[in-house]
């Protein structure tokens, strides 16, 4: 392996894993309510609550603190249409099931697969949380039976963060990945960035890798640079996206 390939490895190797405990969720009005609802379980008025919003906006992290408290499964959303339910969920009596939106598309398997979720989880008075980009009731399902179960569900928005959420959300990103930045680095961020859970996400990962690559600290000078070369590829229509939803 030559030497700019082990970099390459290297880099790819030290991807941090996100700190996802309820103490580390970061309320803001834009998701306290959310929140209370996770929080609520399992004192819901149905078996099931959808959490829906822009990518970064919290819900994977609000999905893992209710998997942690209910001791839910997670399922991959590609298993609903290439495994039988029962094999699936086991003795489970609570399941999370992320990026519905996008398994439901188009899929009538996948429909179906998640309306006989829906009804075991019923039967064994169990939970269910989905999360995904859109309103349940802009998914694309066509079996009527699917969406009146979608339709008696709790769905909560996770809306756009405000500005102190943002500076807070860079402090916390270069905090996963054990890195120190002064503050003159995230009040410099703060005044030119977009205002997403995303962009802030996906900034600090590549300011990350620039650091990391050009074995430099993390000054206002290379922050500057990585935001000049991500302005060029959005302009080019190359938009860097290397986080999770």
Avoid at 170 to 186: C, I, M, S, T
């Amino acid at each position: 392996m030559t030497e700019s390939a082990a970099a390459r490895q290297l880099l790819l190797d030290l991807t941090p894993r996100p700190a996802l405990g309820r103490e580390d969720f970061l309320e803001a009005p834009c998701n306290r309510i959310a929140a209370l609802w996770i929080d609520r379980w399992p004192d819901w008025p149905a078996p099931g609550l959808a959490l829906y919003g822009p990518p970064g906006c919290g819900k994977s992290h609000l999905a893992a603190v209710w998997q942690a408290a209910s001791g839910a499964i997670a399922l991959d959303p590609a298993e609903l249409s290439t495994r039988a339910t029962p094999e699936i969920l086991g003795a489970a009596t609570a399941c999370v099931l992320d990026h519905t939106d996008r398994v439901l598309s188009g899929d009538p398997l996948a429909e179906r697969a998640l309306l006989h979720l829906f009804n075991v989880l019923m039967e064994r008075g169990g939970f269910l949380l989905l999360a995904g980009r859109r309103a349940p009731a802009q998914w694309p399902v066509g079996l009527p039976d699917l969406r009146s179960r979608l339709a008696m569900m709790q769905a909560v928005d996770l809306g756009p963060p405000d500005d102190r959420l943002i500076e807070v959300l860079l402090v916390k990103h270069f905090a996963d990945r054990q890195l120190r930045v002064g503050p003159e680095v995230v009040r410099f961020l703060l005044a030119r960035m977009e205002r997403s859970f995303a962009a802030a996400r996906d900034l600090v990962a590549a300011i990350d890798r620039t650091a990391l690559a050009a074995h430099r600290e993390i000054t206002v000078p290379l922050a500057r640079t990585v935001l000049e070369r991500l302005d060029r590829a959005a302009d080019n229509g190359n938009h860097e996206n290397i986080g999770r939803d």
